[in-house]
Structures are given as structure tokens and as C-alpha cells.
């Protein structure tokens, strides 16, 4: 029998890996490389005034959220209410980056559906978007007082995910409301 | 038949129309050649298991215009990788740079190997000792 101990364990083995590798939620969201590390310098025109601009200095001195939105992104359209309701209940400022968009339809859908930001950075060309290593509308960046991404979420947001991911890392010191 | 056969040559040249980066983007050939080079060893992350060579996504052509940008602007290799993975991480690579963090990705297939290696000799070695005509090996 001694000979089938040491392939079972090793099957055992990679049977271990293979459920850790399922369990591991979403394959396509990965490690962001700038939690912990100043957020990335943009200095972009808004979107609904070309002549007005927004960047790294805009965030600085509150928690805020950083979303990256598209009127072409599905998942998007998906969590705009929870936006809106984060918005409404004035729970953290929230600024969006308008990612390879149409300014006219990107307007057209916050007169549509209400909008949730302070302000979004037009990014027409994705050079911002490149820069905050975004590779999938929504992204969600949490950026502290200091100017710093303390975290992000591939995927559109939701209460869950808002009570587990972001919620407690803001609960220290967080907005003022 | 001859029409058939125009069909289907039609149908073939329409789909080079849908492909990726028509014509050259430098002339220089080694530009050229460096170009092709870095795009076919970035991963799409849009779209993982594909290049961003050879993708079409948004992501991916943005990534190549970068790419181009920074070979026009005089920039090494090694300067667009550190550019990449400072902003997707190591895994945007498919050729991994040998650093701390990657290290174990290059030397597992070797020690695979050499581990598999004992393992067979060590079988190799146990069978030969068997009697000839006994294929049972319980008795070790």
C-alpha cells in the first residue's frame, strides 16, 4: 500500500490548490500595485466644463472615492443606484474619471440617471486611465486625507461590499457626515 | 465552382480588413521589430490570455499607442516594463522579469525536474532490484 501514499498525497496537494484557486472569487481582479502608494498625479478638464479641471490636488484632505465609469460599461449602469444612494446619504465624496467616453452621452446619462460626483475628470483618450492601471469599468479607488489609495474594487460596488471592503477602513477618522 | 472559389477568396481577404495594427507603425524595421516584440509579451488585461498584440479591446490599443509613444521617445525595455508593472503589476508581463518576487516562477520548472528525476531513479533503481518475472514490487 506504501506505494499509493506519496501520489495520493501529492493529487491531495494539488486538489488543495485547485479549490483555493476557485474560492478565489473573480479571476480577473488582481492585486492593485498602488495600494499604499500615492494615487496617481492626473490633472484632467471635468466633464461638464472643459474649462474647469480636476486632479490629484481636488481629492486631497477627505477620504474619498475615485470611480472609474463608461456609458459603454454594462456593470456601470449596475451599481449607479448605490452610487447615487452614497451620494445622498453624503457618506464620502465621490469623484468620478469619465474612462474612453463620449462627452455628450456621458452627460446625457448623469442628466438621465442622476449624478452621484462632485466632479468627473474627462479621460477621453485613457492616458489617466492607464496611469491608475484601470483595465475594467468600474474601478473604485479609496484615497485617505493624505492622498494615499488605501484600496480598490474591480466590479461594480454594493452594500455588501461597501460594509466589508470600505467601510471599515474609513470607520477610523472617516468624513465628517 | 469558380464563383464559389472567388467567395471564398473574398471572404478571406475581407478578414485581414479586420485585423489588428494594419501597416507599420515605424519605419525604422528595428523599431518595427522592437515594437512587435514588447506588444507580443503584454498580457491584455481586459481580456487575459491574449496580448495586447493581439487584441482589439480599447485597453489594448491605448497600451500599444503607449508602447510606440515611449520606443519614438528613446525609452529601453526595461523602462517599458517598470512603466507596465508599476501600474498592472508583475502579472501584465508574460515574460516575467527575474526579480525576488518572480524567482520561484523560473526555477520551479528546474527543481521539477530535478525532484522528478530523483523520484524516477529511485523507482528505476527499486525495480531492477526485483527478481526477473516479479512485477509486484510490494516487497521493499
Sequence with gaps: ?177 | MKRLLVLAVSILLVSTAFAIDQGKVFDDPEMQARYEKLISEVRCLQCQNQSIKDSNVTLAADLRREIARMIEEGQTDEQIAEFLVVRYGEFALYRPRTTGKTLVLWLAPFLLVVVGGFALARVVKHRMSLPIGDESGEEG
Design chain 1, 1 to 177: 500500500m506504501n506505494r499509493f501514499v506519496w501520489p495520493l498525497v501529492a493529487v491531495l496537494a494539488l486538489l488543495v490548490f485547485l479549490v483555493m484557486g476557485l474560492r478565489h472569487g473573480d479571476p480577473r481582479a488582481l492585486p492593485s500595485p498602488f495600494i499604499g502608494k500615492p494615487a496617481p498625479e492626473f490633472e484632467l478638464p471635468t466633464l461638464n466644463n472643459p474649462e474647469v479641471s480636476i486632479g490629484t490636488k481636488t481629492l486631497a484632505g477627505d477620504y474619498a472615492l475615485v470611480n472609474v465609469w463608461a456609458t459603454w460599461c454594462v456593470m456601470c449602469r449596475a451599481e449607479h443606484p448605490f452610487l447615487l444612494e452614497l451620494a445622498a446619504n453624503k457618506t464620502i465624496p465621490i469623484y468620478g474619471i469619465n474612462w474612453r467616453d463620449s462627452r455628450p452621452e456621458a452627460i446625457r446619462w448623469l442628466n438621465d440617471l442622476g449624478d452621484p460626483y462632485l466632479a468627473s475628470a474627462y479621460d477621453e483618450d485613457g492616458r489617466v486611465g492607464i496611469d491608475w492601471g484601470v483595465y475594467g469599468a468600474p474601478e473604485t479607488f479609496l484615497v485617505d486625507p493624505e492622498g494615499t489609495v488605501i484600496y480598490k474594487h474591480l466590479g461594480p460596488l454594493d452594500p455588501v461590499i461597501w460594509q466589508r471592503e470600505f467601510a471599515p477602513r474609513i470607520a477610523g477618522g472617516g468624513p465628517g457626515q
